[in-house]
């Protein structure tokens, strides 16, 4: 008599998954070929805005970081979903629609939506959990709407300018302020759009994702670091137009030309190092206060 088959129990250990490489490439190749007028465009304005200057490095960085996941994966059973499907169409048509409307920041946002419901559709909610670091960090690659851009340009000269007058008041060098216009006792000050610090923003707060990601594994931690980029590059870029009045006072080239950019640099990296001292002082408060 041929024996009953010996029925699995209901809590034994879920079969690791394989990561099928065949249908990513073919899901990736389909993707790239959808979307490579918009993301020709995309990386046209990473080189020739200064202010997107990072863009080529989201991409990697991001893909480095799910690859890092492989394993993760590996050993998470997939349930494909069919809403990830779902997702791919509603970005293509999202991306259709935006393009004959000329929305630039919509049809390029769908490319990202898209890459979600892929991942969602091959590997399920668990895959898609994994992946959400690395997904939400592309949206840095995506330079924001003309209209947000245009608002908080001009907010960000305005706190610049003001910034400015109150250091170099502090130095001892009169200063009266109009507007965005600083009249030193050599030369007028035009803290313009460039000088606003929105560059140094964008670039802070992808750093500061990454750095929290690679030093730290506490979700909250990459969200608070991720705040306090704002008053950092704020204050970063206060610095920079007091240092460039100041450094004009002693000698007008300082503050023209390579100097200038040199300035911007090393701002920069002082706003980098403020952002690893947050961290520190966040991290010793939460293990002064007990907090996980």
């Known amino acids: 008599m041929a024996s009953a088959p010996i029925a699995q129990s209901a809590d034994a250990p879920a079969k690791p998954s394989r ?11 389909l993707l790239f070929l959808c979307y490579a007028p918009i993301l020709f465009r995309m ?23 799910a690859w890092k996941r492989r394993d993760l994966l590996v050993a998470t059973p997939r349930n494909p979903s069919m809403w990830g499907l779902v997702i791919v169409v509603w970005a293509a048509l999202q ?11 919509t ?36 330079p924001i709407p003309q209209i947000l851009y245009a608002r908080l340009t001009l907010s960000l000269q305005m706190l610049a300018s003001e910034l400015g007058e109150i250091l170099i008041s502090a130095m001892g ?12 006792p050599s030369q007028t000050l035009d803290i313009a759009e460039a000088c606003s610090g929105i560059r140094s923003l964008l670039s802070l707060g992808f750093l500061s994702l990454v750095y929290a990601y690679f030093t730290d594994n506490r979700a909250w931690m990459r969200v608070a670091l991720l705040i306090a980029t704002v008053p950092i590059a704020i204050f970063a870029n206060g610095i920079r137009v007091a240092t460039t009045g100041w450094l004009s006072e ?12 040199m300035e ?8 980098l190092l403020a952002l690893i001292a947050t961290h520190r002082a966040i991290s010793f408060a939460a293990r002064r206060f007990g907090k996980a």
Not at 43 to 65: L, R, S, T
Not at 250 to 261: F, N, R, S
């Open 107 to 142: 049809a390029r946002l769908a490319f990202v939506m898209s890459l979600f419901g892929v991942v969602l559709f091959i590997g399920g909610k668990q895959w898609l959990k994994i992946l959400l670091f690395p997904l939400l960090l592309l949206l840095f690659m995506i």
């Open 264 to 271: 911007g640099y090393l701002v920069f990296v002082v706003a």
């Open 43 to 65: 990386a046209k304005q990473w080189a020739n805005d200064e202010n997107m200057g990072h863009g080529f490095f989201v991409p990697i960085v991001a893909g480095y970081i």
């Open 95 to 105: 991306a259709l629609v935006a393009t004959l409307g000329a929305e630039i920041f």
């Open 173 to 184: 060098i009169p200063v009266i302020r109009t507007g965005n216009l600083l009249q030193l």
């Open 250 to 261: 002693i000698d007008l080239k300082l503050a023209q030309g390579t100097y200038h950019e």
């Open 19 to 29: 990561i099928s490489w065949a249908a990513i490439a073919w899901f990736g190749a």
